[in-house]
C-alpha cells in the first residue's frame, strides 16, 4: 500500500509541475506579445507647435497599426532636454515612447550645460515623423525682392541686418550662423521667446527679415504678407515653388533644418522593436499621414534605424562646430 501512495504522490507531483510550467510558458508568451497595453508618447515641446502637431497626427496614425490608443503627453522645459531625460530614465518595455526634434536632440546638448543624456548611447532612434526647412523670409514692402539682394547687401553693412529667430541654440539660430560661415556675412541675431513672435516682428518692421520653420510661416506665404527668399531644403516645396533652395544658390553644405523624430530608450527589446519600426515605418508611409503632414508645411522622409542614427551622428559633428561660433559672440 505504501508503494501504491508514494506512486501516486510523484505521479500528482509530476502532474503539478507540468500544469504549472504550461500555465508559465502561457503566461510568458501573453507578456511578450507587444503591444498589450496602452502606450504613452512624450512630446519634448509644449502643445500647439509644429512638434507637438507632428507627434499627435503620428500618434493617431500608429495606433491604428498597432491595434492600441497611443496616449500623446507633452512634457517640455529646457529646449526640449526635459521630456527626453524622462523618457531615457524610463521604463524599457516599449510602453514609453519619445516624439523629440533635432533641437532637442542634437542642438540643445552642445549649447546646455549638464544635459542629462546622450542621445545616440542612451536612445534608438525609430524613423523621422516630419521635416521643415528653415526659411529666409521678408514682409511684402521689403526692399530685398531676392536672396541675391539680402547677401549682397549683408557683405556690404556687416551687422547691419537684424534677424529673428525662434531663440539662441534653435535649429532656425544655428542654420543662420552657418550661412553666415558659409556666405561670408555678418547680421545681427535677435532671438525671440518662440518661433511664433518672430513673424510679427517681421511684418510689424521691427526686424528686417525672420528664419522661420516654413510650416510656420506658410500661411502668411500664402496671403502674400510675407514673402521667402530662400529654404534650406534639397529640392523646391511642392506649394511653394517659387522659393528657391540654398543648394540652387550656391550652398551645398549640409544645412541644420527641423525634424521630428520616433525614438524609445535604450534597452527595448528585440520582440518589441521588432513590432515597433515596422509599424511606425508603414505610418508614415500611409496616405492620409502623408496628407496630413504636408498640410502642415512639413514633409515625410525616410530613413531606417541605421541610416537615421548615421544623420543623427552627422549633425551631432556640424551642431559642434557651430555652436563654437555662437558661443564666441556676445549674448544679446
Known sequence: MRSVFVRKSWVGFVFSVCVSLILFVGISSAQEKYPSKNIELYIVMAPGGTIDALARIFADELSKLLNTFISPINKPGASGTVGAAFVAQ?????????????????????????????????F??????????????????????SFEDLIDYARKNP??????TAGTGSDCHFFMEQLQL????????????????????????????????????ANQLKAGAARGLVISDDKRNPIF?????????????????????LFTPLGVSQTVLDVLVPAANRAIRTESFVKRVEGLGC??????????????????KIAATVAKEIKKKPVK
Open 124 to 145: 534608438i532612434p525609430i524613423n523621422i515623423i516630419g521635416t521643415s526647412p528653415n526659411m529666409i523670409y521678408v514682409k511684402n514692402d521689403s526692399p530685398f525682392k
Open 90 to 122: 524610463a521604463k524599457k518595455d516599449g510602453y514609453t515612447l519619445l516624439a523629440s526634434s533635432g533641437s532637442a536632440m542634437t542642438l540643445a546638448p552642445q549649447m546646455l550645460a549638464n544635459v542629462p543624456f546622450n542621445t545616440l548611447h542612451d
Open 159 to 164: 551687422d547691419k541686418l537684424t534677424y529673428g
Open 299 to 316: 514633409s515625410v522622409k525616410y530613413f531606417t534605424v541605421h541610416d537615421l542614427r548615421n544623420f543623427i551622428a552627422e549633425e551631432e
Open 241 to 261: 515653388k517659387d522659393i528657391p533652395t540654398t543648394p540652387e544658390k550656391g550652398y551645398p553644405q549640409q544645412f541644420i533644418n527641423h525634424w521630428t523624430a
Open 182 to 217: 558659409y556666405g561670408n556675412i555678418k547680421v545681427s541675431h535677435v532671438p525671440f521667446k518662440g518661433g511664433g513672435e518672430v513673424l510679427p516682428a517681421v511684418l510689424g518692421g521691427h526686424i528686417d527679415f525672420g528664419v522661420s520653420l516654413m510650416a510656420s510661416v
